[in-house]
């Protein structure tokens, strides 16, 4: 069969494969990763943290405070917090009330790709993880 196509016809016909193979590319299977859900598992259940307005320390450069309640520091509240892929920021005190109790802490975030995805809180004073925020579940 013969057919007679104008250069205008071969044109579109070449123009709809082009975007057809856009489209396959774009919706089509030739691309699939499996999704990584990481998952932090503490061995204590911990109900939700509540936040409590604490004036922070104003010299933020050292790795120690200068207030003497807390025993660990910064820097080893950062290592226990570090997650696997996650960097970390710059740990900040404050306070959490669990179980109706008041718990000083350093909120430690957690960067993956360039932006914030979790808060952890350490205890000050033994350096258990008694709590943590995951931003990406949360409608903040």
Do not use: C, H
Not at 10 to 39: C, D, H, R, S
Request: no cysteine.
């Amino acid at each position: 069969m013969d057919l007679d196509l104008t250069w205008e016809q071969k044109a579109l016909i070449g123009v709809g494969v082009v975007v057809l193979i856009i489209l396959i590319y774009a919706y089509g299977p030739f691309n699939m990763t499996p999704e990584v859900n990481v998952q932090n598992t503490t061995s204590t259940p911990v109900s939700d943290p509540q936040l409590l307005p604490v004036n922070s320390p104003s010299d933020n450069s050292s790795n120690n405070t200068t207030n003497g309640s807390f025993t660990i520091t910064k820097q080893k509240a950062k290592e226990i917090a570090s997650l696997p892929g996650y960097r970390t920021g710059d740990p900040s005190s404050g306070s959490i009330v669990i179980n109706n109790q008041t718990v000083s802490v350093w909120i430690v975030p957690l960067y993956l790709n360039g932006k914030m995805t979790k808060e952890v809180y350490v205890d000050t004073a033994n350096g258990s993880i008694v709590g943590t925020r995951d931003f990406n579940n949360s409608t903040n």
